[in-house]
């Protein structure tokens, strides 16, 4: 619920559109390009560690983010948005029944959220599409937008959390429940992500944000919209943990590990609070784009790379594969690092030079056992 934020500062209206567009048709064409139950299985069988990975990177991502939004309100109020995020988590993982009920109170929690916010700032006070400062650049966003397209169409295959709703339902369960859940709930998310992006970036920067009437943004609003992101990122952990602990029973290494990681990054947005800067970013912003790397080259690269069948057959996972999904990496992770990272200075198409490594890449694959 955050990216957009920084995709509107950079790049206005369009960034927006850029991240809700692909988003919306990546996840829900998920449930129509696996339309058995069985090849959701299949995939999660095979590809089980990419899949187990993709959760554990996820949850450090979003206990990250947590840490760092805590820091904008009151330890009082996270521990009260805490509780009542432990009490639907408990209603939601007593029984898989009721894990629908408690997605449902999560979004209409943020509903709530979204409807109170105009009522304290009314939405002509904000400043929604004043260019002003902003660093818009159309052609830097056109190089990004392959990018986003590449990550959001692919990154779905790996989550588990998907999986497990294919897994549990009819082909045609899934793409009601898809369909419904992101062309129509998730737009409404992304769409409050849009009115309280350009005052939250801000925010989050340690700037004050002013209305049109040079009035400072009250301090219900922020506490409405942290609350927001707060129980959507918490409730995203609980999901994914579910699902981690049905995948890999018993694994307590694992899990340590998960727990440890969690509390390093938890602790790093406070350590790297908004006094530090670093390419004309906080350090913070900074990590949270590292993070992205991960969604926009290293895991789609992965799926394109072994998920999708070359010449009608299936891609083998071994030795030589994975040899020459880390050498893609290895060569364009630097570009996509100087697009993500260069925004002030509009080097964005170095991303789209890592991106065609990784599509050019596609002809090293073989159909047929190779191993070193």
Known sequence: MFLPVFLIRDYGVQGWLVFVIPNIV?????????????????????????CIVFSIITIIFQI??????????????????????LLISVLGLTFDKNQLLSASIVWILSLICFILIFHFV????????????LSHNTN????????????????????????????????????????????????LMVLFTFFYARPMANIIEGVTWFLKDQKPLPLAYIYLVVFHILIQAGFTVILHLRSLFQTIKRSNRTFFLLFILSIIFFLLPIIFNTKYTFLNMTVNEIIYRSFMAFYSLIAPAYVFLFLIPKNKKNISLNNYHLFIWVI????????YAVGFLGVKWNLEICSLIGLVIVLLSRVLIRDRNVNF
């Open 328 to 335: 893609v990496i290895l060569f364009a992770l630097p570009f």
């Open 26 to 50: 990546g996840a829900t064409g998920m449930a129509y390009v696996l339309s058995k139950p069985d090849t959701s299985l299949e995939i999660v069988t095979k590809h089980k560690i990419a």
């Open 122 to 133: 009314p939405i002509e006070k904000i400043n929604l599409f004043k260019e002003g400062n």
């Open 64 to 85: 990250y983010f947590i840490g760092w939004v805590s820091m904008l309100v009151p330890n009082t109020f996270i521990m009260i948005t805490g509780i009542i995020l």
């Open 140 to 187: 830097a966003l056109l190089y990004l937008t392959p990018i986003c397209f590449f990550g959001f169409l692919l990154c779905p295959y790996l989550d588990l959390t998907f999986h497990r709703v294919i897994q549990s339902n009819t082909s045609l369960n899934s793409k009601i429940i898809f369909t419904m859940g992101f062309c129509f709930m998730f737009f």
